[in-house]
């Protein structure tokens, strides 16, 4: 046991791995001591795999910051492909595996020029690539089916199989989370989130690693639709590629914490829930709910749920690192909150 | 002295605009060659294009005999030239050894996370007297703690070409001796050859072995410091006649106080006693 | 022949309608650096006012242009002053601000869900349908009548921001702020002042739109980012470069209809957005617009 600690890089304390370890045994036998009920263990299922995409859409949005409003357009492309695969007698991993190749090829073919942008520049690419995504995908109807969509064969196999697919994929998320975040890689993305052009002139090759990203991310987001494609066992191209599913992303992320690793998870957990219980009486609400509640986030706890977490610990005697104030956008709890007042010219050079 | 780093008639236009134009430049090996000349000369253009930052019009530039021109930034730190900039670009929410990390892991083509690789840029922090805040955030640094700060990070980098953009400027005198003082030890310690583009002239002539004055974006004279503050061009387009008047016969070069090594550690701890 | 006027007649009145559309977004960008993604739900909350003022009040909706003008105004003052007002600028902030004001747009959509319903509505006033013979094509008088307003409306902004102190002192301030202050001017009451205008021409976008096309809550993406297509294209100098970048969307949308389904023209301008900001983000006319 010693001599595979040692053999961990620095970044990675075994505590960390020996808790993702337990926790992912814990909840991966579940079902064996407690009889979960369909809708329950679905539920979850549906959770793991939003759980997976927003952290993807985290590792753009909030690691390197650039904040996409398009990335429906590969979690639909995932979908999609491997929607056409299955019902082409495919099996199942591959044709989920494919879904995510494809999806992540798509994302580099329009994110490699676009990346050069900055902050809402690529930001409105994004709703722009979304959008187009959109259009062109519903007039595709041999590959989408317009407005009918596609249904796709069910699936046979144990009761629990999504749950513990699913449960799997999200395992896979999160440590790729971790490595990406705290590796010397995740270095280099926070000091282009930081300053492109700087990061530049100290040797890091900003255009080829914001690639590497997007291609992860949309490889993660196609594995997604892909899954989602199989649990609904029906898909079409105006939910799949539509701008709420976009925004759904984006609220998850900026909701849980930006940046975070524990941000994407608790603000997928509490969107699924939200639309969960609301979606019966107040189909349209939610919506609004939440751009309210991204409102607030903004101006009060830009770090978000975890963000409070955050306060809540610190009270509690937790004193994280600057590093950990870093990971998001600058957090009123890590820092004071500078006068916000007046024309807000963020300085280059803070005052002496 | 061999050749190290250099520039044939480059040119950068702007539009109509020549900010640079047909510059021709040599560094020698372990050299300190000082770049100056009046605001909007094309002192800093120049740097850029060196760097990588952004691409000449014309000419070509060769480091140690492979052509760099064109070539992006990133690229051009790889091949061993790194820069600082004129108003510092710390990465304002990465800790102070985060910065040097970024450069040490980067600065060369393929990343190198070896273990030896935080020592290594704790040992810079050291060199530059910023070892103890190196958890600190740089904005808790004062403005030159930030400059060294940016030192250490281009060091980082292993370059042998080291371009300092201004790095003495908005100083008080006691902090700008200690700056000098640091770069004539890069040179001296590191054998890392230096341009250095600077308004502070008893810096810039007291640390460059060689000057090189830009006006309008050409290159209106070079020599030794004595040579050019002596320059009849060099002073009418520059140095003003005070200036001239002043020094008219002594050496500039010999303005020794302002880079003993000593001073250097003395001004690097009244650094940090700021903030 | 003849189609190749009819293409250039619809082009052209359809570029005065983007024209108009787009300046406030160009406005607030250009003199507060902020990507107002709040546009197109003012637009959409300008053609339901239109439509209500209809509706309820049995107002002609160009009649009402000054009533929106009036509302929007002061609804953007508000904005700006509860909350655009504490948003750090400029590239360090994109994020925040960005985020904030999708989310403000988030919630207007939903008012107008709750208010309004799903439903797609259009005004039916008594010359809706009608169309006048313009240079041997026929045109429906509503396209007519916004392309007249939004001309006159452009020019008006141009004279105002050209020769009054208030207009050149905004412009003063979209160049450099600080020497603003220096120089007296109240630069967080041209912010305000600017966010106001700006918010009022979309409201007036929004008008143009419920008069021309159908309109429902979700109305509004696509016009912010038409607006923002022609933002990018046209620089954010002066009203002529939108003109032209207006100008060069429409013959661009309308050219496409000869080899597209309409429903796809739409990704036209998308495409061409993407294409334009990676190209040539200085725009077509080499204005700066990423500064």
């Known amino acids: 046991m010693k001599a595979l600690t040692e053999r961990l890089p620095p970044w990675l304390p075994s505590r960390v791995v020996i808790i993702f370890l337990v926790g992912f045994a814990i909840v991966f036998a579940l079902p064996f001591f407690l009889p979960i009920p369909e809708t329950l263990h679905g539920l979850m299922a549906q959770a793991f795999i939003f759980m997976s995409a927003a952290l993807a859409w985290n590792w753009l949005g909030g690691y390197v910051g650039q904040v996409s409003f398009g990335h429906a357009a590969m979690f639909g492309v995932g979908g999609f492909v491997s929607a056409r695969l299955l019902l082409a007698g495919a099996p199942l991993i591959m044709a989920w595996l494919a879904g995510g190749v494809v999806a992540a090829i798509y994302g580099l073919l329009w994110g490699h020029p676009t990346l050069r942008l900055r902050g809402p520049y690529f930001a409105i690419a994004t709703i722009g690539v979304g959008e187009a995504t959109r259009l062109v995908m519903t007039f595709w109807t041999s590959f989408t089916g317009g407005s009918t969509g596609v249904s796709l064969p069910i699936q046979g196999g144990s009761q629990y199989q999504m749950y513990w697919l699913t449960l799997e994929l999200l395992a896979g998320v999160v440590a790729a989370s971790y490595v ?12 282009i989130k930081e300053d492109v052009e700087a990061a530049g002139d100290v ?7 914001q690639d590497l990203v997007l291609f992860l991310s949309g490889l993660v987001m196609g594995l997604c639709g892909a899954l989602y494609a199989s649990y609904f066992a029906f898909i079409n191209p105006g939910d799949m590629f539509g701008f709420d599913r976009s925004i759904g992303f984006v609220l998850m992320g900026a909701v849980g914490g930006i940046g975070t690793i524990l941000g994407p998870v608790l603000g997928a957990a509490v969107l699924v829930i939200i639309q969960e219980t609301l979606i019966a ?27 409070l977490i955050l306060r809540a610990a610190r009270l509690g005697g937790y004193r994280p690192s600057a590093s950990v104030a870093a990971g998001g956008l600058s957090s009123s709890a890590a820092k004071g909150r500078s006068p916000g007042a007046g024309p807000g010219r963020v300085l280059k050079e803070p005052p002496t | 002295m061999s050749s190290l780093l250099k520039g044939e008639l480059i040119s950068k236009h702007f539009g109509g605009l020549k900010a640079v134009d047909s510059v021709d430049f040599d560094l020698n090996e372990g050299e300190i060659l000082g770049l100056i000349g009046p605001n909007g000369a094309g002192k800093t253009t120049l740097f850029a294009v060196m760097a990588g930052s952004i691409p000449p019009t014309s000419g070509r530039i060769s480091l140690d005999g492979k052509f760099i021109e064109g070539w992006p930034a990133h690229r051009v730190v790889h091949a061993g030239i790194c820069r600082t900039h004129q108003l510092v670009r710390p990465f304002a929410r990465l800790t102070v050894l985060e910065n040097v990390l970024v450069g040490r892991y980067y600065g060369k083509g393929r990343i190198r996370r070896d273990p030896s690789a935080r020592d290594a840029a704790l040992g810079l922090l050291e060199f530059v007297g910023l070892d103890d805040r190196r958890e600190g955030l740089p904005a808790q640094l004062t403005l030159a703690g930030r400059k060294r700060l940016e030192v250490a990070r281009a060091l980082a980098t292993d370059p042998r070409v080291l371009l300092l953009d201004e790095v003495v400027a908005g100083l008080n005198p006691t902090e700008a001796q200690g700056l000098s003082s640091l770069i004539r030890q890069v040179r001296e310690e590191r054998g890392i050859s230096i341009i250095m583009i600077e308004h502070v002239m008893q810096a810039v002539m007291g640390l460059s072995d060689r000057v090189m004055v830009l006006d309008e974006g050409k290159k209106i004279a070079e020599g030794t410091p004595e040579q050019v503050a002596n320059n009849a061009e060099v002073i009418k387009a520059y140095l003003g006649e005070d200036y001239a008047k002043e020094r008219s016969g002594t050496d500039p070069s010999t303005d020794r106080e302002w880079s003993s090594p000593k001073v250097s550690r003395e001004a690097g701890r009244d650094d940090r006693a700021g903030s | 022949m003849k189609q190749a006027l009819d293409l250039a007649v619809s082009s052209l009145l359809l570029g005065g309608f983007y024209a108009a559309m787009a300046y406030g977004l160009g406005l607030i960008y250009g003199v507060l650096r902020v990507v107002n993604l709040t546009h197109g739900g003012v637009i959409m909350a300008g053609a339901y006012l239109t439509w209500v003022l209809f509706t309820e009040l049995g107002i002609d909706p160009y009649m009402s242009i000054p009533i929106i003008l009036v509302v929007f105004f002061f609804f953007g003052v508000a904005m700006y002053w509860g909350l655009v007002r504490f948003l750090p600028r400029g590239a360090a902030g994109g994020v925040q601000s960005l985020l904030l004001l999708f989310g403000l747009w988030l919630l207007m959509r939903n008012v107008a869900y709750l208010l309004f319903k799903g439903d797609t509505r259009s005004i039916q006033t008594s010359y809706a349908t009608k169309s006048v013979n313009l240079l041997g094509t026929s045109v429906p008088v509503t396209r007519i009548a916004v392309f007249l307003i939004a001309v006159v409306v452009l020019i008006a902004l141009h004279f105002l921001l050209t020769h009054t102190f208030t207009g050149k002192a905004i412009r003063a301030v979209a160049q450099n702020p600080d020497s603003c202050t220096l120089a007296g001017i109240d630069v967080e009451r041209i912010y305000m002042l600017a966010f106001g205008m700006g918010t009022a021409l979309a409201g007036l976008g929004g008008l143009f739109v419920a008069t021309i096309f159908a309109f429902n809550p979700e109305t509004g993406a696509v016009e912010l980012l038409k607006s923002f297509v022609v933002v990018v294209l046209g620089g954010l100098g002066s009203v002529l470069g939108i003109a032209a970048g207006a100008l060069v969307l429409a013959v661009a949308e309308s050219f496409s209809i000869l080899f597209m389904p309409s429903f796809l023209t739409a990704a036209v301008g998308f495409v061409l957005l993407v294409v334009v900001l990676v190209f040539r983000p200085g725009g077509l006319f080499g204005e700066k617009v990423l500064r």
């Open chain 1, 281 to 307: 009486s107040f189909p349209d609400l939610y919506l609004g709910l939440y751009g309210l509640l991204l409102v607030l986030i903004i101006l009060f706890e830009p770090l978000g749920l975890s963000g």
């Open chain 1, 203 to 209: 040797g890091v090759n900003a255009s080829s690693y």
């Open chain 1, 180 to 191: 990406l975040r705290k590796s010397p890689l995740g270095l280099s993305f926070l000091a």
